[in-house]
C-alpha cells in the first residue's frame, strides 16, 4: 500500500514516535533478572506476589521518570498535530508508558491530547483493548483508523485492532517493519501522507 485514503482519525504511540526515548530496556531487564526475550510487563504479571510486582513496576517507573524529564519532541511533531487539527480528524495517544512519565512528557513538550491511554487504562499493546476503546469512543470504524508506531509492539496492536499500521523507522531498516500497512520514515512524511489524502 503506497498512500492513505479514507482515514478519520490518529491514534499515535507516545515513545520514538512523538518524542524522544532513551529507555534502556536491557537495564531494566536486568535489574528485574527478566530473560531478554520476555516482554517486562508480562515477566511482571507472571512474578509470585504482590509485593514482588510492587518492587518491580517501582523499578520500571524509575527508570520511565528519569527518561521522561529530559525527552525531547520530535522533529516535525508539533507541525504534524496542527495539521491534523486543521483537518478535524480527531487525535489520540496508546502508550505502554506510566501515568505519571506520560504526563510529564506531553507537559514538557505542550503537547495538548485530550485522549490519552496508557498502560494502567488497559491490557498493554499488542493487546487491542486500548485502540478499540478509542475506535468506540470516536465512533469511527476500526478500520478508518490509523496507528502510528516505531515498534514490532504498534503493529501487531494496530493488526489486532484491524486498524492500519503506520511504521516509522527514523530512516532506518528494521526486519519487522514490512509487517505494516504503511512505512513512513519521519514525522513529515506522515504529515505529507494525510495532507494528500484531504485534497483527494
Not at 95 to 105: E, F, H, I, L, V
Amino acid at each position: 500500500m503506497n498512500k492513505l485514503s479514507n482515514i478519520k482519525g490518529v491514534i499515535f504511540d507516545l515513545d520514538g514516535t512523538l518524542v524522544e526515548s532513551q529507555l534502556n530496556f536491557g537495564e531494566i531487564k536486568q535489574q528485574l533478572n527478566c530473560p531478554f526475550e520476555t516482554d517486562v510487563l508480562d515477566f511482571i504479571e507472571d512474578m509470585a506476589s504482590k509485593e514482588q510486582q510492587d518492587r518491580a513496576h517501582q523499578i520500571i517507573i524509575e527508570h520511565e521518570t528519569s527518561d521522561a524529564m529530559n525527552a525531547k519532541a520530535l522533529p516535525h511533531m508539533h507541525a504534524l498535530l496542527a495539521s491534523l487539527q486543521q483537518f478535524s480528524l480527531p487525535t489520540a495517544i496508546v502508550t505502554r508508558n506510566s501515568k505519571a512519565a506520560t504526563a510529564t512528557k506531553l507537559s514538557q513538550n505542550n503537547i495538548a491530547m485530550e485522549l490519552v491511554l496508557t498502560r494502567e487504562c488497559y491490557p498493554a499493546k499488542p493487546a487491542p483493548d486500548a485502540l478499540l476503546a478509542i475506535a468506540n469512543k470516536w465512533n469511527i470504524p476500526a478500520a478508518e483508523l490509523i496507528y502510528v508506531g516505531d515498534y514490532l509492539y504498534d503493529i501487531q496492536a494496530a493488526k489486532n485492532a484491524g486498524m492500519m499500521s503506520v511504521f516509522i523507522n527514523h530512516h532506518q531498516h528494521t526486519e519487522y517493519q514490512d509487517q505494516a500497512d504503511f512505512i513512513v520514515s519521519d514525522l513529515k512524511e506522515l504529515q505529507i501522507a494525510l495532507a494528500t489524502q484531504q485534497q483527494t
